[in-house]
């Protein structure tokens, strides 16, 4: 069983920045494709990134395009998102996601491709 855990969320002024980072004890996330996605109380979980398992992939929702980075760090088995130009309506939980299946040479920004979720961080963006 593959458990994701975020970190890195918290509380930022609106401009500001913040890293996210997933993490797997004893799985390679680079055999992985990997998503985050984001869920704002009342609203649908939307997909905010994603990268294919060879990084050859990536997309960006549109709101997000731009402003957020996704990359990986295999040497320390981490995926990050990198959000830059926080604005209010970005405050959510922030979820990493691995599908069920190893070597994906793909990604989409849709939930029900992904079958491993972490707990989620909170990402506020407040003045």
């Known amino acids: 069983q593959l458990q994701p855990v975020e970190s890195g969320g918290g509380l930022v002024q609106p401009g500001g920045s913040l890293r996210l980072s997933c993490t797997a004890s004893g799985f390679l996330l680079d055999y992985y494709a990997i998503g985050w996605f984001r869920q704002a109380p009342g609203r649908e979980r939307e997909g905010v990134s994603c990268?294919?398992?060879?990084?050859?992939?990536?997309k960006y929702e549109g709101s997000v395009e731009g402003r957020f980075t996704i990359s990986r760090d295999n040497a320390k088995n981490t995926v990050y998102l990198q959000m830059n130009s926080l604005e209010p309506e970005d405050t959510a939980v922030y979820y990493c996601?691995?599908?069920?299946?190893?070597?994906?040479?793909?990604?989409?920004?849709?939930?029900?491709?992904?079958?491993?979720w972490g707990q989620g961080t909170q990402v506020t963006v407040s003045a």
């Open positions: 996601a691995a599908p069920r299946v190893p070597y994906g040479y793909y990604c989409r920004l849709t939930g029900t491709e992904y079958n491993y």
């Open positions: 990268m294919s398992s060879d990084g050859e992939t990536i």
